[in-house]
């Protein structure tokens, strides 16, 4: 008797959620080098390194496992069943933008002077909306690195890596690593009683209480309210935990 294929699908547990954490804080240290020589700034938005690409391409490459890992073998959408291995950023945008609410996400980037990215926003446009820009420019490094190489440039590949931060930060499954690598502010309860409940969607809808999750370079939220899109309008008071250094960040406390 045939004996049954192992499955080749990624589950979430200790080990993926580990690696993917370090494969995470090991890409942001490496764009920290380059903004400490190329600041983010408008001026610098188009300017490309070959340095960049490597964290450019690699920031969305793990997006799209976290996202394939998170689907189920098969999944129906605009009535067709699309087999797990051919999923694309098209289907995760069906699947994603809401339950994850990613379209709605701002982050807090820890430049000066403060700049607030909102890498996902294009999802939430008119119908079923569409693909970041970032994203778009990928495939095309991607599939043709030598001739679109200039598109690995600072604003595309810090909204990459911002954007992976938003989908570790958000997704669930993701909870027990956010609070072990120390990017989850506690604001005083205990870990049992974030796991149980910023592991469940649902529960995090429930709850008033809005917590931060922040790295050497942003800061996000988990909970009913994101930040706003103005940076003047972010009142620390709002959230649970890490006051102290968005409070030194913004230089006030409401």
Sequence with gaps: MDEKKPTQHLIFNEKTTGKVMEFYETLENQLLEVLRIIPFEKQNFDVWSPKLISIFLDSCSIIDSIFKTTSRSKEKIYGRIIKRTDLNMNHFRHLYRNKFSLGDLNSLMYVSPPVVLAPFKEWMGKGSGQNPNWWQDHQRVKHDRLNNMNLATIKNTVNAVCGLFQVISQHPKMVIAIIRYRWLSNGGYAPDYLIRN???????????????????????????????????????????????????????IS
């Design 198 to 252: 910023l592991s469940s969607i649902k529960r995090r809808k429930e709850t008033n209480d809005i917590f931060l999750v922040e790295t050497k370079l942003f800061v996000t939220t988990i909970g009913k309210r994101s930040f706003p899109n103005n940076v003047k309008e972010i009142n620390p008071l709002y959230y649970k935990g890490g006051m102290v250094r968005l409070n030194n960040f913004l230089g006030r």
